[in-house]
């Protein structure tokens, strides 16, 4: 394993250092340099726990402990070497001192540390190699094992005869354009692209050798029973699990507001879907799922009421759970599992957006997998996570967890052929080395101070949001965060400020059970002006979809639009630099909004590609649109539409069939209610799906869709889309329907 640089890190308290000292310092800097290490100038340590963030790239630390050091220069070493600890557990701290004792040296320190060096009892040479000796053993245990195998097969320079063509990047520089390609994507990308021929590697496939080792230590780490690695997505993990599990004519439960990938395991499977669901508010915030509907007793009520199940007493296969929602909801995993628990053969928890939860204590009970919690007594349990969407993994970077019940184990030989149809015999080795890496940054305390730092980040940008609207001027407007009235205290967030309930307003939610859910804090949902949570409009309002393309031109691009709000994540990868920058950006916003800026000046590139706002103000431009949502009543439409139960015609998988063996035909908007839909149909935003194949057109949906597509014609470019509508040879929208 090689490691770019060994580079060793001198730090001192805020105490100077006497001459002598400093002079072994220089000694001892240029002995390491001769060693090929690269050693970093003696930093006065002002801020520890800021210092300690900049280590990473560090292999060792000495601090430097000046002459004669009392009480306060301990003070400082304790607070440095706790500073230290708290992110990572690993690297190697070495004291140097004139006279440094263990008698003297508190032990807290003596006991988080490597070694102490006394400046003139060795000689520098012998010193810079002991502290090479530490730090290269450092290095060396950093890779976990698939990162390694791949980098050590990378660094071989072996010539391969194998698939992918490009043969480590050599094909790429036959050509100009290839050229291009290598250049911007470098050697090691390309040389460590290689296909699963090479045995050294391990198989993605039979979860063999350096990739089956890094599985096994990734679920340790996660504290699940088994884990998998998917390289398509969790769109993928979701499907692998409802292969191994759901068979035709098996009865379902559904999050009705799931993700498409559950919706097409459905088409794929021939399950019976039957959906649990959620509230909303009147803002188009999804809501929590009741308790009411996971009551084993009301589940059996909509067997019983189902038209397509024949034998009622059969138990449900599989419970799919969207956990954490769209807008940042969080279920009490724990008490679903206890509740459920025998009634249903397998519950998953799509987990998407919640990889986190495990490694801070705000999220305890409120994830699927976790060792520390009580264990199912008779149903499996799963978690689908995306390791790219809120932790460091590639695009498609997923994971598959397992806890086993008491009486029910995993069958790992059904679960592979699952995994088998649902994986290419050529997986990215790239994305699976970052689902390695990503499980490796969260070992130890370094997930939970990358967790919390997120935390704390987010929080920050909501006290920073809610302060500058207290100081607004009476009657002024700014930007609001839905969430709890946070206190602009200092300080984490507490877990029991976060839990929903009934009492409470700020949500909008009708009913709201009390215990149940919490809103994860690092999902934060800005809000524009112009609509309550109830569906009241005000007189002038700031459509979402106009700032967010106001901030994509100028640098923010955001996760998800809203009617009056905008969706922003803080990952692990948020800088405090990113969510300030978003705010001054918001101050612009607000200051050409209130001089009534032309659109040309405000967003020149929107103007150029929509020549008919260019001379609008901005104001002006929120003003019309606004107008046209309220005139339409939009924030209902957009909420109804989703509340209705459609009546089930055909189940998905046939309707499906139907699609392709071509008893389809495609209907105008005009004629659509009352039709059998063959395609799922999913508006975005917010990108739910509204109807499953299979199921009837409402009025309702036939009139939003006319309202869609009035408001596409009078205001180009702040259309939404929905997938599953198709354009007619007129340019009118149309749905492809089963033939009655
Ligand atoms: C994004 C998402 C998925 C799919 O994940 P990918 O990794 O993008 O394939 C599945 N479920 C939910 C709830 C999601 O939000």
Not at 30 to 50: C, H, I, K, M, W
Not at 56 to 83: C, I
Request: net charge negative; aromatic share 8%.
């Amino acid at each position: 394993m090689q490691h770019s640089g060994l580079s060793v890190a001198f730090a001192t308290g805020a105490r100077p250092v006497g001459a002598e000292l400093t002079a072994s310092i220089a000694r001892l800097m240029a002995e390491l340099r001769e060693l090929g290490s690269a050693a970093v100038d003696v930093t006065a340590v002002a801020n520890p726990s800021a210092f300690a963030r900049t280590l990473n790239d560090k292999a060792l630390v000495v601090y430097v402990v000046p002459d004669a050091a009392g009480e306060a220069e301990h003070g400082d070493l304790r607070e440095f070497v706790r500073a230290i600890r708290a992110v990572n557990a690993e690297l190697p701290l070495f004291l140097f001192g004139e006279q440094l004792t263990a008698r003297q040296l508190p032990t807290e320190v003596l006991r988080e540390i490597e070694g102490v060096i006394n400046a003139y009892e060795d000689t520098p040479e012998f010193v810079a190699r002991t502290l090479q000796r530490e730090a290269n053993r450092y290095v060396e245990r950093l890779a976990p094992p698939f990162f390694r195998a791949l980098t050590n097969y990378a660094n071989d320079g072996a010539y391969s005869w194998h698939c992918p063509g490009h043969s480590g990047g050599t094909a790429f520089l036959k050509s100009p354009a290839g050229t291009l390609f290598h250049q911007f994507f470098g050697e090691n990308l390309l040389r460590s692209d290689v296909c699963n021929a090479v045995e050294e590697l391990g198989q993605l496939l039979d979860h063999t050798g350096p990739v089956a080792e890094s599985e096994a230590r990734a679920a340790e780490t996660f504290g699940a029973d088994h884990l998998y690695f998917v390289t398509n997505g969790t769109s993928t993990s979701n499907k692998i699990v409802w292969n191994s599990a759901v068979g035709p004519g098996d009865i379902v439960l559904v999050d009705r507001n799931c993700h498409k990938s559950i919706l097409h395991a459905i088409m794929l499977t021939g399950a019976i879907p039957i959906y649990l669901m959620p509230t909303r508010n009147r803002a188009g915030i999804i809501g929590p799922i009741p308790r009411s509907e996971f009551d084993p007793a009301e589940i059996h009520r909509k067997i019983e009421a189902h038209p397509f199940i024949a034998d009622k007493t059969r138990t449900p296969r599989i419970l799919t759970l969207t956990q954490s929602t769209y807008d940042g909801i969080v279920y009490n995993a724990a008490e679903i599992k206890r509740t459920l628990d025998g009634h249903v053969d397998v519950l998953h928890f799509d987990e998407a957006w919640l990889p986190h939860a495990r490694f801070h204590e705000l999220y305890r009970g409120m994830h699927a997998v976790d060792d520390r919690a009580e264990r199912t007594e008779r149903s499996l349990v799963y978690a689908t996570q995306s390791t790219h969407k809120l932790l460091a993994g590639l695009s498609q970077a997923s994971q598959i967890l397992v806890q086993n019940a008491e009486s029910a184990e995993l069958d790992t030989n059904i679960f592979n052929e699952a995994y088998l149809m649902h994986t290419s015999t050529s997986p990215q080795y790239a994305i699976i080395a970052s689902c390695d890496i990503s499980a490796e940054m969260m070992r130890g305390v370094g997930g939970h101070a990358l967790i919390e730092e997120a935390i704390t980040e987010a929080m920050e940008f909501r006290r920073a949001i809610i302060r500058i609207a207290d100081e607004q001027p009476e009657g002024d407007w700014w930007f609001g965060v839905w969430g709890p009235d946070t206190p602009p205290r200092e300080g984490l967030a507490e877990r029991s400020e976060w839990e929903l309930t009934g009492e409470q307003t700020w949500h909008g939610f009708d009913a709201v059970d009390d215990g149940f859910t919490m809103l994860d804090p690092i999902k934060v949902t800005l809000t524009t002006p112009g609509l309550s949570t109830d569906g009241e409009f005000g007189e002038s309002g700031i459509p979402g979809l106009v700032l967010s393309k106001y901030l994509a031109e100028h640098g923010v691009v955001v996760e998800k639009t809203g009617l009056y709000s905008l969706f922003i994540l803080f990952t692990i990868g948020v800088t405090k630099g990113r969510w300030n920058t978003l705010i001054a950006e918001l101050h612009r916003f607000k200051r050409l909004y209130d001089r009534d800026v032309e659109v040309r000046e405000a967003m020149p590139e929107f103007a150029d590609e929509h020549p008919q706002y260019a001379e609008l103000g901005l104001r002006e431009l929120c003003d019309r649109l606004h107008a046209a949502y309220r005139g339409f009543d939009i924030a209902n439409l957009t909420t109804d539409i989703y509340l209705d139960a459609p009546e089930v015609a055909l189940l998905p998988a046939d309707a499906w069939a139907a699609m392709t063996s071509g008893r389809i035909e495609h209907v105008a908007i005009d004629e659509l209610a009352g039709r059998v839909t063959a395609v799922l149909l999913t508006p975005y935003p917010p990108g739910i799906p509204l109807l499953v194949p299979g199921e009837r057109v409402t009025e309702r949906i036939v009139e939003y869709l006319r309202v869609e597509a009035e408001l596409a014609a009078r205001f180009p470019g702040f259309n939404g889309i929905t997938h599953g509508l198709g354009t007619a040879a007129d340019g009118t929208h149309t749905v492809a329907c089963v033939v009655d």
